[in-house]
């Protein structure tokens, strides 16, 4: 009786666990689609549905817009000097107006410019210098840039200017070939009776006057190439010694429709090293080759368009004016690798160097 009560117990049980596991199969069978469904549907890490193949996507950062940390702004391509290798000369006299050049600054500030460098023709033209002087204090105090610099020949400069917006200013750059004055009147940098070199040493004792970081711009070429300059750079001592091989441009210095004819100026990569092997012992020295040049800077030309100078000649895009920072630098031919690599960025504010004024 007891033997055949658990058989049937043995019976039922086997009957519940077979349609549990019939029950089991068929929800198994009902909810893959449903996994399979709610898989597909929840992005993994780092992938989206809408995702591009890789290819696409390396395309997409290739083509990325540069941030423009740093800019040469070209404001005017007017000059009292007639540098014989110019590569940015005066085709036009055209000169924004002051507010419409703050618009201009505020959008690059917006887009990354942390650095700003007021370059020409002549800076100090406009205005006696009022001009670029409103521009100084306007990045420095309504924008609050790290860095501001001009590169002047400096034969303009006053000491009022100084007086007036030096507090604003990180960098004074001075152009100077050649402390030999007969070379800089045969390059191009003499004007009457004024001594190029004479003047240098005056800026730079402003510069230490009114706490003004002082920087030197030389254009090596076929007239200053064997030229010594270790004992007087080093007794300046800028904070960098910007060395340049001078650079053709299409059109601007080389070519049919070009204002000066720089071949006469040009010296070979050699040359350019025996230089600078001559003035290796010079700690503040800033070699820069060609290479290096053509591509690394950010150009912003009187219009505020970017100047590609990757084809070896200058080609504008459209005004960030009109087109914003973002899509017209898209065309500047920036090589933002090249710019780090010749250390285009560098302790660039006079708040952050240790200088003796």
Known sequence: MHLDMLGRLLSIGRAVLAALRGRLGALCWSLTPLSLSLSLSLPLPGWRRDSPPRREREQEWDDASPTPTSVNYHFTRQCNYKCGFCFHTAKT?????LEEAKRGLAMLKEAGMEKINFSGGEPFLQDRGEFVGKLVQFCKQELELPSVSI???????????????????DILAISCDSFDEDVNILIGRGQGKKNHVE???????WCREYAVAFKINSVINRFNVEEDMNEQIKALNPVRWK????LLIEGENSGEDALREAEKFVISDEDFERFLDRHKDVSCLVPESNQKMRDS???LDEYMRFLNCRNGRKEPSKSILDV???AAIKFSGFDEKMFLTRGGKYVWSKADMKLDW
């Open 324 to 326: 914003g920072v973002e």
């Open 151 to 169: 590169v002047s020949n400096g034969s303009l400069i006053r000491e009022r200017w100084f007086k007036k917006y030096g507090e604003y200013l």
């Open 297 to 299: 800077y950010l150009i």
């Open 243 to 246: 060395v340049f091989q001078c």
């Open 199 to 205: 003047n240098l040493h005056k800026l730079r004792q």
């Open 93 to 97: 006299s055209f000169v924004l107006p």
